[in-house]
């Protein structure tokens, strides 16, 4: 009976006071010690108050044994079930904060520092004045994909390239740059400078533009010697405007331009046009 009791004992603590049913054989000690009355098979004791009589010992042990079995299981598996949802718990903070990581890396916040690489670059353009082309330079802030496919011989209106700070360039301060920049010509800030330095500017974070690209055009030196070329102008003041002329001629039985009632063109012309069209 003394390991009843032990039994009992260590499944009262497993259980963590937690009573349970007992079998209407076991009898419960009263405060004296003395037996009492048997207890029913729904009733609710704790195990340490109770005691059996000897022809159930081994019975009620092995009963005993069971518990304690089931109550270690049930810890057990309330343990993993606390580590469980602690790992997800980790997981979801360390997905959150590399969420908020990404979002500072790849321009959620549009400000640069004063102090980020950008290369600034010279280039050859042209503005419509009186139905002629002029020429005009223009300094402009230039990303690292464009200054590496310079690089690599392609065709460009850039002049020179000089590598410098985004605070320099805000400050349009043309002192502050070497005088080779210029290659001789008077030379124009482009439009929207700031918006254009910030977007140029991020380009040159990146792992590729600052461990290689950089290279290229090593701050306050000029690079000049590219392939520039002209043949494709860069008008500044470009205006596309579309004209019925620019579409390619139908036959007049489709015609969805109005072109039939086109003074410009006199009837007998059309009917001409569409004789021909008809005679392919």
């Not at 419960?28 to 009355?37: E, I, K, M, Q, W």
């Not at 029913?40 to 010992?57: H, K, T």
């Not at 520092?113 to 330079?137: R, T």
């Not at 043949?231 to 500044?236: P, S, T």
């Amino acid at each position: 009976m003394a390991a009843a009791g032990s039994l009992g004992i260590a499944a009262s603590a497993a259980l963590r006071g937690v009573a349970f049913s007992v079998p209407s054989s076991w009898r419960v000690a009263d405060r004296r010690g003395s037996l009492g009355t048997e207890a029913r098979g729904d009733d609710m004791v704790s195990p340490s108050l109770v005691q059996q009589s000897p022809q159930r010992a081994s019975g009620d042990i092995a009963a005993c044994a069971a518990v304690v079995a089931m109550a270690a299981a049930l810890a057990h598996g309330a343990r993993n079930v606390q580590r469980r949802s602690a790992a997800a718990a980790s997981s979801s903070t360390r997905s959150a904060r590399t969420v908020r990581a990404c979002a500072l890396a790849h321009g959620e916040d549009l400000s640069v520092p004063d102090d980020a690489f950008i290369v600034l670059g010279l280039a050859h353009c042209f503005e419509q004045v009186e139905g002629k082309l002029k020429d005009v330079w223009v300094l402009e802030p230039i990303s690292a994909s464009t200054v590496e496919v310079v690089n690599n011989g392609a065709a460009t209106s850039y002049e020179a390239f000089v590598g410098t700070s985004v605070g320099q360039v805000l400050a349009k301060d043309l002192s502050a740059f070497p005088s080779d920049l210029l290659c001789g010509h008077e030379a124009q800030w482009c439009s929207d400078l700031t918006f254009r330095t910030g977007c140029a500017a991020r380009t040159w974070m990146r792992d590729h533009a600052r461990d290689v690209v950089k290279k290229l055009v090593p701050e306050g030196e000029v690079c000049s010697d590219f392939n520039t070329s002209t043949e494709h102008k860069r008008i500044l003041n470009f205006v596309n405007e579309v004209k019925d002329s620019d579409n390619i001629k139908q036959d007049m039985s489709i015609d969805v331009y109005g072109r039939e009632g086109d003074e410009d063109t006199p009837k007998d012309e059309v009917d001409s046009q569409i004789a021909e069209l008809y005679n392919v």
